[in-house]
């Protein structure tokens, strides 16, 4: 099979139509380690805004229980982009996400802000590591399905094109990326909890590379230190590197969902009504019946 059978798929389809369809191949088979990255990312960049770290500093969340709510919110969208928003668990892992968020008061802007990250940052991941380009079925579908999924979850006002929604995320976060304190302590948290990945000795050195990987307004946004352009360069040319390395591997016949992987906060498997804050597991669960475990 060609590297690339799952491009020449893509381009026969609709991005609208077949929008379902063309993620799944896009997180499942195509970019599935740099779509992760991208949402790592994507994550980061919505906690550079003040009203939405201090909610989330409140909760106590992202501080306290730093994996399993990074755990629980790639398990629901990774829920949604393998089986499709319509599906029995898609829909029941939007279902999960409403009841969770509606607890919580969220501004309109703020919930269109966190879904644009949705579609722009794997994209423009792509257009820096990616082994190949995205095309342009590629990103419309994007749009679309996160469009979906936003009208899903009662989103309000989400812009109508893939340019327009663009646009909203630019200007959004020339507006609302400020410093706060409490951007600092959820953005701290967060990147400890991806250090703690790796060996104790190997975290020090680490670290400067994570701040690599976050651009100017996000480092002022948490008041992180800057890194050298050595260290920014050496970051870049890995990331690049490793799409070199992929583009040249056999194709991807199996897919690799972040549902599949090793989960950290459920080695033994999940299932649906494992995923929430733990102090709202209980009420959560009497209002909704979910599917069996994921093993």
Same mark, same amino acid.
């Given at each position: ?150 009208? #899903?979850?009662?989103?309000?006002? +989400?812009? /109508?094109?893939?340019?327009?929604? &663009?646009? $909203?995320?630019?200007?959004?976060? =020339? ?66 590197? #490793?799409?070199?390395?992929?583009? +040249?591997? /056999?194709?991807?016949?199996?897919? &690799?969902? $972040?549902?599949?992987?090793?989960? =950290? ?31």
């Amino acid at each position: 099979m060609s590297k690339y059978h799952n491009l020449q798929r893509i381009q026969q389809l609709d991005p609208q139509k077949d929008r379902c369809k063309i993620c799944h191949l896009i997180a499942g088979y195509e970019f599935p380690w740099d779509v992760v990255r991208a949402l790592e990312i994507a994550l980061l960049r919505t906690f550079c805004v003040p009203s939405i770290s201090q909610l989330l500093n409140k909760t106590g969340e992202f501080r306290l229980h730093t994996q399993k709510r990074y755990d629980d919110t790639a398990l629901l969208v990774a829920e949604i982009i393998k089986w499709g928003y319509d599906s029995d668990r898609g829909s029941q892992a939007i279902q999960r996400m409403n009841q969770i968020h509606g607890r919580f008061p969220i501004s309109n802007e703020d919930f269109l802000y966190v879904l644009s990250t949705f579609i722009y940052e794997p994209i423009r991941w792509n257009q820096r590591f990616g082994w190949r380009l995205m095309c342009e079925t590629e990103k419309q579908a994007c749009y679309y399905f996160w469009q979906a999924i936003g009208e #899903r979850m009662q989103i309000k006002n +989400i812009p /109508p094109n893939y340019a327009a929604f &663009e646009q $909203f995320n630019r200007e959004y976060e =020339r507006k609302n990326f400020h410093y706060s304190s409490t951007n600092r302590q959820v953005g701290e948290a967060t990147i400890k909890m991806f250090l703690g990945w790796f060996p104790s000795w190997l975290r020090p050195v680490l670290q400067p590379g994570v701040y690599a990987m976050l651009d100017e307004k996000m480092l002022d946004a948490f008041g992180f230190p800057h890194p050298s352009p050595q260290m920014r360069s050496l970051v870049e040319n890995s990331l690049k590197l #490793r799409g070199n390395l992929v583009r +040249i591997l /056999p194709p991807r016949t199996q897919p &690799e969902f $972040f549902t599949d992987s090793q989960l =950290r906060s459920y080695p033994q498997g999940y299932k649906l009504t494992d995923l929430g804050p733990e102090k709202m597991l209980d009420s959560l669960n009497q209002h909704q019946s979910l599917s069996d475990d994921n093993k």
